[in-house]
């Protein structure tokens, strides 16, 4: 594309990224809406529209743009946001197809830790918490310095304690994040609700 045509589709990437950043994700479709569909072959519109759509839980269209960023890319890092976008509509099985396609791409800690969350999740909407239990304990459950996806992992798993009935070790792994993160999501009330005490 010319060069002036480039600067302006650049400009109003920033422009919609800064609106995502910011959580205005209204504004953020509106620029990329009519982008997304001039831009068909430019990953970045398709990656920010979909990651768009999925904040407004368009989950059928936040899917088919986050499934066209990865056919232009071969990218994996937005494959857990796909695979939540696929348990949302009920699609347990491609979930599980991409959490198999992303433990063996060999990503990064954040995007496998999120993926293996996702494929719980989906594995607990099957009826099958001890399994999904199963999968969140073999992710990294004593990092030297844990990380925000960490805490997500803790989180999941001291859920999936608790509606099972465990509650010592649902006690321990929110106390657990409640050290590193007092104020991370609920986990104050998470710990209220449990006591002190095993029932």
């Known amino acids: 594309m010319p060069a002036s045509e480039r600067e302006r589709l650049a400009r109003r990437l920033r422009d919609a990224g800064e609106d995502f950043l910011a959580e205005r994700f209204g504004d953020a479709l509106s620029t990329l809406r009519p982008l997304a569909s001039r831009y068909a072959a430019v990953a970045e519109v ?3 529209y979909g990651l768009t ?3 407004l839980g368009r989950w059928t269209a ?3 743009r986050l499934e066209q960023y990865e056919a232009l890319t071969r990218a994996i890092d937005q494959l ?3 695979a939540d976008c696929y348990r949302a509509l009920g699609r347990l099985n491609d979930v599980h197809d991409v959490w198999d396609r992303l433990r063996h791409a060999d990503p990064d800690a954040e ?3 999120e993926g293996r969350i ?3 999740g989906a594995l607990t909407d099957e009826g099958r918490p001890r399994d999904a239990i199963r999968l969140l304990e073999a992710g990294p459950l004593r990092p030297k ?3 925000e996806h960490h805490l997500r992992l803790w989180y999941a798993l001291a859920d999936l304690y608790d509606r099972a009935g465990d509650l010592q070790r649902a006690r321990r792994g ?3 994040i409640a050290d590193v993160e007092p104020e991370f999501v609920d986990v104050q009330d998470r710990l209220a609700a449990l006591g002190t005490h095993d029932a």
Request: hydrophobic share 45%; glycine share 0%; net charge positive.
């Open 118 to 120: 996702v494929a719980a």
């Open 46 to 48: 398709q990656e920010l």
């Open 80 to 82: 857990p946001v796909l």
């Open 53 to 55: 759509l999925y904040r």
């Open 174 to 176: 929110f106390a657990r």
């Open 111 to 113: 995007t496998i830790t």
């Open 145 to 147: 310095r844990p990380q």
């Open 62 to 64: 936040a899917s088919h």
